[in-house]
C-alpha cells in the first residue's frame, strides 16, 4: 500500500491498522517548503482521503528542530515571486493568481480529507507551518514549539491559508490579529490558552505517542459516524445553525441507514469490542 504515498520530501507509514503518519521529511532545510513540496503534500492528502485502509492521519514532521520553517524563501525568490516577469501588470498579476490558487488548493488538500487530520507540531513552526497546522482538524504541539505568523517581516500578507482560517479557529480576535500584525513568536504554552492547540505534550516523542494514541481511537470507531462528523462540522463552520441542521437531516437521512449503528448499539449491549467494516 506504501508505494502509492512514495512522494518525494514525505514519508507516509501505517503503524497501526487504519492510521498513517505522514512526515515533512527535509529537515536538513528546516522542513521549509518549495513547489514540489505542497503539490506532493495534495497528493499525499487526496490520496488518503479516498484509501479504505484508512481511518485517520497524524500529520509530523522529522527532525528536532522544526515541523517547518515556512516558506524557502530563496526558492521562491526563483520562481514566481522572482519580481522578473517581462509581462505587463494584469498578465503578471493573472499568473500570480493562478498561482497563488493552485498553492491554497494544495493546503486546502488536508481541510477537505475526509479523513480526521491530527497535526503534531515541534520546534519552529513559522508561516507556512500555520497554515498547514490550521488546515489540520486537531493540533497538538510539544512544548518546544515556537510559532510565529511571520510574512509581514517578508513584505506580504499570508495568502495561502492563515489569515482565512485563524479567525475561525476559536482565538480571540484581537490575539489573532496582534501575532499576525506583529509576526512575534509566541509558545506552546500560549497557543493552548488562546485555544490554537487542544494539547501539549513535553517532547516529540511523548507528542507522537500522544498523536497516534488518539488516531488509533478514532480509528476504531465507525468509519461512517467519524467521516460525517468531520464533514459536518466542517459545513457548519461559519454559516447560520439552519442551515447546518438541514444539511446534516439531510446527510443523515442517508448515512443512518448503516449496519455500523446495528454494530454499535449491539457491541455496547453485550460490552463487546466491534469491527467495522471499510468504507
Same mark, same amino acid.
Given at each position: 500500500?506504501?508505494?502509492?504515498?512514495?512522494?518525494?520530501?514525505?514519508?507516509?507509514?501505517?503503524?497501526?491498522?487504519?492510521?498513517?503518519?505522514?512526515?515533512?521529511?527535509?529537515?536538513?532545510?528546516?522542513?521549509?517548503?518549495?513547489?514540489?513540496?505542497?503539490?506532493?503534500?495534495?497528493?499525499?492528502?487526496?490520496?488518503?482521503?479516498?484509501?479504505?485502509?484508512?481511518?485517520?492521519?497524524?500529520?509530523?514532521?522529522?527532525?528536532?528542530?522544526?515541523?517547518?520553517?515556512?516558506?524557502?524563501?530563496?526558492?521562491?525568490?526563483?520562481?514566481?515571486?522572482?519580481?522578473?516577469?517581462?509581462?505587463?501588470?494584469?498578465?503578471?498579476?493573472?499568473?500570480?493568481?493562478?498561482?497563488?490558487?493552485?498553492?491554497?488548493?494544495?493546503?486546502?488538500?488536508?481541510?477537505?480529507?475526509?479523513?480526521?487530520?491530527?497535526?503534531?507540531?515541534?520546534?519552529?513552526?513559522?508561516?507556512?507551518?500555520?497554515?498547514?497546522?490550521?488546515?489540520?482538524?486537531?493540533?497538538?504541539?510539544?512544548?518546544?514549539?515556537?510559532?510565529?505568523?511571520?510574512?509581514?517581516?517578508?513584505?506580504?500578507?499570508?495568502?495561502?491559508?492563515?489569515?482565512?482560517?485563524?479567525?475561525?479557529?476559536?482565538?480571540?480576535?484581537?490575539?489573532?490579529?496582534?501575532?499576525?500584525? &506583529? *509576526?512575534?513568536?509566541?509558545? /506552546?504554552?500560549?497557543?493552548?490558552?488562546?485555544?490554537?492547540?487542544?494539547? +501539549? !505534550? @513535553?517532547? =516529540?516523542?511523548?507528542?507522537?505517542?500522544?498523536?497516534?494514541?488518539?488516531?488509533?481511537?478514532?480509528?476504531?470507531?465507525?468509519?461512517?459516524?467519524?467521516?460525517?462528523?468531520?464533514?459536518?462540522?466542517?459545513?457548519?463552520?461559519?454559516?447560520?445553525?439552519?442551515?447546518?441542521?438541514?444539511? &446534516? *437531516?439531510?446527510?443523515?437521512? /442517508?448515512?443512518?441507514?448503516?449496519?455500523?449503528?446495528?454494530?454499535?448499539? +449491539? !457491541? @455496547?449491549? =453485550?460490552?463487546?469490542?466491534?469491527?467495522?467494516?471499510?468504507?
Amino acid at each position: 500500500m506504501a508505494d502509492k504515498y512514495k512522494h518525494d520530501y514525505f514519508n507516509v507509514t501505517f503503524p497501526h491498522q487504519y492510521v498513517a503518519v505522514v512526515e515533512i521529511n527535509r529537515p536538513e532545510k528546516m522542513n521549509a517548503f518549495m513547489e514540489v513540496m505542497w503539490l506532493n503534500l495534495e497528493k499525499i492528502f487526496n490520496t488518503l482521503s479516498y484509501d479504505p485502509e484508512v481511518r485517520a492521519v497524524v500529520f509530523t514532521a522529522a527532525g528536532d528542530k522544526a515541523f517547518s520553517a515556512g516558506l524557502d524563501v530563496q526558492a521562491a525568490a526563483s520562481g514566481e515571486l522572482s519580481g522578473n516577469s517581462k509581462l505587463d501588470g494584469a498578465r503578471t498579476a493573472t499568473r500570480l493568481r493562478r498561482h497563488i490558487y493552485e498553492f491554497q488548493r494544495c493546503i486546502t488538500a488536508i481541510e477537505k480529507c475526509e479523513k480526521p487530520v491530527i497535526c503534531l507540531l515541534h520546534g519552529i513552526c513559522y508561516g507556512l507551518a500555520l497554515d498547514l497546522c490550521l488546515a489540520a482538524d486537531i493540533r497538538l504541539a510539544a512544548s518546544t514549539t515556537r510559532f510565529s505568523i511571520k510574512e509581514v517581516d517578508i513584505g506580504l500578507a499570508a495568502d495561502i491559508g492563515t489569515l482565512t482560517r485563524l479567525p475561525h479557529a476559536g482565538v480571540p480576535m484581537s490575539w489573532a490579529k496582534e501575532v499576525a500584525l &506583529t *509576526a512575534r513568536e509566541f509558545g /506552546a504554552e500560549e497557543a493552548l490558552r488562546v485555544g490554537l492547540v487542544s494539547g +501539549t !505534550a @513535553g517532547s =516529540k516523542e511523548e507528542l507522537r505517542q500522544k498523536g497516534v494514541g488518539m488516531a488509533q481511537k478514532i480509528a476504531g470507531k465507525s468509519p461512517v459516524a467519524v467521516v460525517g462528523t468531520k464533514e459536518l462540522i466542517n459545513y457548519s463552520r461559519g454559516r447560520p445553525v439552519e442551515d447546518g441542521l438541514n444539511y &446534516t *437531516a439531510a446527510w443523515n437521512a /442517508a448515512m443512518v441507514q448503516t449496519q455500523d449503528v446495528t454494530d454499535a448499539i +449491539t !457491541a @455496547g449491549l =453485550k460490552k463487546k469490542q466491534v469491527t467495522f467494516s471499510k468504507l
